[in-house]
Nanobody
Framework: DLVESGGGLVQPGGSLKLSCASS????????IGWFRQTPGKEREGVLCISSSRTITYYADSMKGRSTISRDDAKNMVYLQMNSLKPEDTAVYYC?????????????????WGQGTQVTVSS
């Protein structure tokens, strides 16, 4: 299982750090991706970190404003988002394709978390 946390309401220009945890998977061996979805739109990839810590950005809009990291000792993966904009409002999900690589597409995802809501609004 994957469990996200850290979402909430933030003003434009603010920052949030999302966390992805698992009680059953040793995340150090898995590629973990962050995706987001807004009502009426398809779920889209944000960025991903492989087990070897290779980082892949899926959303150009998040380049320069977000980073992904992992703490293997805590079995956690983090998504740090800065300079948030109203258009970043979405439910954010962490996901894995079940191996050490990053899921490149939604169809490759083997397991999803339940999501955490991020709302950027003044």
């Amino acid at each position: 299982d994957l469990v996200e946390s850290g979402g909430g309401l933030v003003q434009p220009g603010g920052s949030l750090k999302l966390s992805c945890a698992s009680s059953g998977l040793p995340l150090r061996y898995y590629g973990i991706g962050w995706f987001r979805q807004t009502p009426g739109k398809e779920r889209e990839g944000v960025l991903c970190i492989s087990s070897s810590r290779t980082i892949t950005y899926y959303a150009d809009s998040m380049k320069g404003r977000s980073t992904i990291s992992r703490d293997d000792a805590k079995n956690m993966v983090y998504l740090q988002m800065n300079s948030l904009k109203p258009e970043d409002t979405a439910v954010y999900y962490c996901a894995t394709r079940g191996n050490n690589l990053c899921p490149r597409e939604i169809s490759e995802v083997d397991e999803w978390g339940q999501g955490t809501q991020v709302t950027v609004s003044s």
